[in-house]
């Protein structure tokens, strides 16, 4: 067995364990391998031991790469998830491979992807509305005071499918703190729109904890690519 396979056995084993500990079904859980800094041969390699989910946070990296995946291996279907903060001059690159998007933050860059959307019928794209849990308004992401206003217009929009929320927790505080705040969060925006119960939470460092709040989407890089050589 290769290490990326004992790698990402040993998180699906992490992911597993965590369900069980909490009543939760594994099933309901989603692993996003997150490629970022790494060749599309990666992802390939990921895609033959079952992995479907990847994610990226630069769409000139991330747009490149999933081109010469399916060039690499058209038999595969890999399911892209743009994660990272998107500018609005990205949306149209990042619709042409990307299925979810789990930074949606604000209204400029909602108008944008209504916009593109509205060129092509057929095209569709799952979203999070991504939480700012920080005090800095430079960061990413929505204050949460400010979700159920902009959830409204996200769901306004035909051609958008709301999933719920994404946060990410402080490396500063304790992570329970922000994952009791997007836990609360996806309970108040399931007020407006019952389906959109999904919670993107938890990385490499803190997944196991995030299940445990409710998190069905959970990110993961090093602990299965391992550091860039």
Same mark, same amino acid.
């Given at each position: 067995?290769?290490a ?8 699906? +084993?992490?992911?597993?364990? %965590? &369900?069980?500990? #909490?009543?939760?079904?594994? $099933? ?9 800094n ?16 990847f994610?990226?946070?630069k ?13 690499i291996a ?14 609005s001059?990205?949306?149209? +690159?990042?619709l042409?491979? %990307? &299925?979810?998007? #789990?930074?949606?933050d604000? $209204? ?9 959307l ?21 960061r990413?992401g ?19 499918d ?13 992570a ?9 969060a ?44």
């Amino acid at each position: 067995m290769s290490a990326l396979a004992e790698r990402l056995g040993e998180v699906n +084993s992490r992911i597993a364990n %965590a &369900a069980n500990q #909490h009543n939760r079904a594994v $099933e309901d859980i989603t692993l996003i391998v997150v490629t970022k800094n790494h060749p599309a041969e990666l992802a390939v390699s990921l895609l033959e031991l079952g992995q479907k989910n990847f994610g990226e946070n630069k769409d000139q990296e991330a747009s490149a790469k999933a081109l010469k995946v399916r060039e690499i291996a058209p038999q595969f279907q890999p399911i892209w998830h743009f994660v990272g903060q998107l500018q609005s001059n990205k949306a149209k +690159s990042v619709l042409s491979y %990307a &299925a979810v998007l #789990h930074s949606l933050d604000r $209204e400029s860059l909602l108008k944008e992807l209504n916009k593109q959307l509205d060129r092509d019928e057929q095209k569709r794209l799952k979203v999070f509305i991504e939480l700012n849990l920080t005090d800095d308004p430079n960061r990413g992401g929505l204050y949460p005071d400010k979700l159920s206003e902009f959830a409204e217009q996200v769901l306004a929009s035909p051609r958008l499918d709301l999933l719920g929320v994404m946060g990410v927790a402080s490396l500063d505080g304790p992570a329970e703190a922000d994952f009791e705040r997007i836990a609360k969060a996806s309970q108040i925006l399931q007020t407006i729109s019952p389906d959109a119960r999904f919670i993107s939470a938890g990385m490499s460092a803190d997944f196991e904890m995030a299940i445990g709040f409710g998190a069905t989407h959970i990110r993961v890089g090093t602990a299965i690519t391992g550091k860039r050589q």
